[in-house]
Structure formats: C-alpha cells, structure tokens
C-alpha cells in the first residue's frame, strides 16, 4: 500500500497549515489594514493615503471580501481536506488511481487530491 512517511508528510503539512491560515485570515487582515490606515492617518501609514481610504471604503472592501470568498474560498476547501488526508495518513496518495503523487506536484500544490494524469483526465470530464 503505497503510503508517504509522516517525515515526508510534515514539511507538506506545515505548507497546508500555513496555507490555510492566510485564506482564513486574509478577510479579517485586509479589514484591519483597511480600517488603521484609514484610522491612523498619522506619521507612520503616509503610504496609503487616508482620504482614499475613507471615500468610497465600504463598497470597496465588499468588493474585495467577495473577490476573495469566490477566488480562495474553494482553495480552501480543498486544504481543509488535504489536512483530513495528512491526519489519515493518506495524503500524497491519488484519490483515483492510489498511486503517489510526485513531490514536485505537491510542492506546487500541496493542497491538490490528484496526481497529474488523474487532475488532466478529470478536468477532461468536467469541462
Ligand atoms: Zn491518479
């Protein structure tokens, strides 16, 4: 049975957990800066400038946050998965066929259930 070690497993494990904390934290950072920038307004942010910030804001930031729930909001799913697979011991290994995913796959993408024929025959069927 064609299983990754878990000292394989953990450098993978580390990217999918920071992975995962960045699309779950990205809404509330970008609010935040959004909000101190133009809060602040001082000596320390002049690179943003506040009347920008302040005019307008609100649709702005909806923009954003949608942008970003459509874009990362799948990706995430998909992370949120693969750290299923790491705590089953099953991860790195192809949904559909078992076989290993190659490690340059997984350091691309480290959150992906496919190998590359598999991901390439399934994009077939669904497209
Ligand atoms: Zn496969």
Do not use: W
Request: proline residues 4%; aromatic residues 4%; contains cysteine.
């Amino acid at each position: 049975m064609a299983k990754l070690k878990k000292a394989e497993i953990k450098p993978y494990k580390e990217m999918l957990i920071h992975l995962r904390a960045r699309l779950r934290g990205d809404v509330s950072t970008l609010a935040n800066s959004a909000l101190s920038s133009s809060g602040g307004g001082g000596s320390g942010s002049s690179a943003v400038p506040s009347h920008m910030a302040d005019m307008g804001s609100d649709t702005f930031e909806q923009d954003n946050t949608i942008l970003l729930m459509n874009s990362e909001g799948e990706t995430l799913t998909m992370v949120e998965s693969a750290l299923e697979r790491v705590e089953e011991g099953s991860y790195g290994i192809c949904l559909e066929c078992q076989s290993k995913i190659p490690k340059t796959r997984l350091k691309a993408l480290p959150y992906t259930p496919h190998c590359v024929k598999c991901a390439s025959e399934l994009e077939e069927n669904n497209y």
